[in-house]
């Protein structure tokens, strides 16, 4: 059985330190926009097949819209940014304690 890479462990508890810094319910959605490069960083290969399919439902979450584009097509907006904008503060929360729920599980596998 393959286990979850320190890579992904390293990488999503800066995260969730990140996360944690967002302070008020107000300030997550701008504190995940400004963090979602993790969510491109860390791909599924680098987690445990007990964990991976947990991250790949996380990732299809912070992609659902889908990249913004202007009226040429070109896009100004990635896939992750675009969603996590459209997202309400209820779910900016469930994301995040989705986060948080698979680094507890990450860390007790990796530590």
């Known amino acids: 059985m393959k286990t979850s890479n320190i890579f992904a462990y390293i990488e999503l508890s800066k995260l969730v330190e990140e996360l944690n ?5 107000e300030k997550l959605k701008e504190k995940l926009k400004a963090q979602s490069a993790y969510f491109n960083i860390l791909e599924p290969r680098y987690f445990s097949d007990a964990l991976v399919h947990e991250w790949e439902k ?21 896939a992750i940014p675009n969603t996590i904008e459209s997202l309400t503060i209820m779910e900016c929360q469930i994301l995040v304690e989705q986060v948080y729920s698979l680094y507890e599980k990450l860390k007790n596998e990796i530590l």
């Not at 996380?58 to 990635?78: C, P, W, Y």
């Open 21 to 25: 810094r967002a302070g008020s319910s």
């Open 58 to 78: 996380i990732l299809a979450f912070t992609k659902q819209k889908g990249a913004k584009v202007d009226e040429e097509g070109r896009v100004v907006s990635n």
